[in-house]
């Protein structure tokens, strides 16, 4: 079984940044895409960001503030966000997807296995 832990959420202010993580255990983690996604109270679960081997893709609302990625040593995750905004506001996981390119990266319903969540809230 896989497992995912994400750390790293927080109470921050407008324009403040911080870095998520998301240990993996189970299988080699270079087999796998690993997505971050978030969800947002009342909304439903939206795509952030993807990697896989070096491909990085990101959604246009955090694309040139967020940055995604991986260490293999440690099998980690990162998801680095700067000038944060109120809109970040979510419940931000970590995913996996173990059969990259048979669906849309950007679908939830592609990934087999998902973290726990972090909170991040952006004050204005």
């Known amino acids: 079984q896989v497992q995912l832990i994400e750390s790293g959420g927080g109470l921050v202010q407008a324009g403040d940044s911080l870095r998520l993580s998301c240990a993996a255990s189970g299988p080699t983690f270079s087999s796998y895409a690993m997505g971050w996604f978030r969800q947002a109270p009342g909304k439903e679960r939206e795509f952030v960001a993807v990697?896989?081997?070096?491909?990085?893709y990101y959604a246009d609302s955090v694309k040139g503030r967020f940055t995604i990625s991986r260490d293999n040593a440690k099998d980690t995750v990162y998801l680095q966000m700067n000038s944060l905004k109120p809109e970040d506001t979510a419940v931000y996981y970590c995913?996996?997807?173990?059969?990259?390119?048979?669906?849309?990266?950007?679908?939830?319903?592609?990934?087999?296995?998902w973290g726990q969540g972090t909170q991040v809230t952006v004050s204005s």
């Open positions: 990697i896989r081997w070096s491909y990085q």
């Open positions: 995913a996996l997807d173990s059969c990259p390119g048979v669906r849309p990266e950007t679908t939830p319903d592609t990934y087999n296995y």
